[in-house]
């Protein structure tokens, strides 16, 4: 038997991979295989918040990375982490980080700035340079 916090952790970890998709409380609860009332009292319970909070929390989190690394419009951010009402992303989001998507975007460098290194470059950069086992040290100069 499986005890109930690991079912609560599947929703959880449900609400975390797919945030952007329009998750219901009744569809975390099915993935918990329990009813929705007593999934949100327990979820609470374990996590400190409910659901339908857990799952927006996750939303602007991702929505605040966006800000941070893309040049997306603040619109499309809204609709790509799964909220479907721009004044209701805004206020959200300001009550959650104290500014507005567009204050909070203009106090980091654009994202054009950053700088895109291919995948092979930062694979072959970050290849460990130590010596493996029983291989002997060349001498300096040779």
Request: proline residues 9%; glycine residues 4%.
């Amino acid at each position: 038997m499986v005890p109930p916090s690991r079912h609560l952790l599947r929703a959880r970890d449900l609400a975390d991979s797919r945030y952007a998709e329009p998750l219901t409380v009744a569809d975390l609860a099915r993935a918990a295989c329990l009813s929705p009332a007593h999934f949100s009292r327990e979820f609470r319970r374990a996590f400190g918040e409910s659901p339908h909070e857990y799952l927006l929390t996750r939303r602007l989190e991702r929505a605040a990375a966006l800000l941070r690394n893309t040049d997306r419009p603040v619109t499309e951010i809204c609709f790509a982490v799964g909220l479907t009402s721009l004044g209701s992303f805004t206020t959200s989001f300001r009550r959650v980080f104290g500014a507005s998507p567009s204050t909070y975007r203009a106090s980091f460098p654009p994202a054009r700035r950053h700088i895109r290194v291919p995948d092979c470059v930062a694979r072959a950069h970050g290849r460990p340079r130590n010596r493996t086992f029983r291989e002997a040290e060349r001498p300096p100069g040779s």
